[in-house]
């Protein structure tokens, strides 16, 4: 069983910010990118950020320069730093992770239980 708990999430001014974290637990062997993606209400779920296990970032065109996607791949944990939140960032940000688990030959993908990330103007 492999489990993502995400943390964070919150309501602040825009020009706020925020962070957002995500720990992956259980049976885990080994971890492929991770990222964060979020739906906002009567929008389609969009990729926000992500990083493989070697580092390499992407990012939203709409993030590129206030927001950074980090991960510790000994404790198997993602962070989205949020800087000069705008009202549009306003959703559930959802953490993801390509988890291969131990005795299991392929890789599943994995999802948080999402957190709100509101923003005022």
């Known amino acids: 069983q492999v489990q993502l708990v995400e943390s964070g999430g919150g309501l602040v001014q825009a020009g706020g910010s925020l962070r957002l974290s995500c720990a992956a637990s259980?049976?885990?062997?080994?971890?492929?990118?991770m990222g964060w993606y979020r739906q906002a209400p009567g929008k389609q779920r969009e990729l926000v950020a992500a990083?493989?296990?070697?580092?390499?970032?992407n990012y939203l065109d709409s993030v590129k320069g206030r927001f950074t996607i980090s991960r510790d791949n000994a404790k198997n944990t993602v962070n989205l730093q949020m800087n000069s939140l705008k009202p549009e960032d306003t959703a559930v940000y959802y953490c993801n992770a390509e988890i291969k688990r131990t005795g299991v030959s392929r890789v599943w993908n994995y999802w948080g239980q999402g957190t709100q990330v509101s923003v005022s103007s």
């Open positions: 259980g049976s885990i062997f080994s971890i492929n990118a």
């Open positions: 990083i493989t296990s070697g580092g390499t970032t």
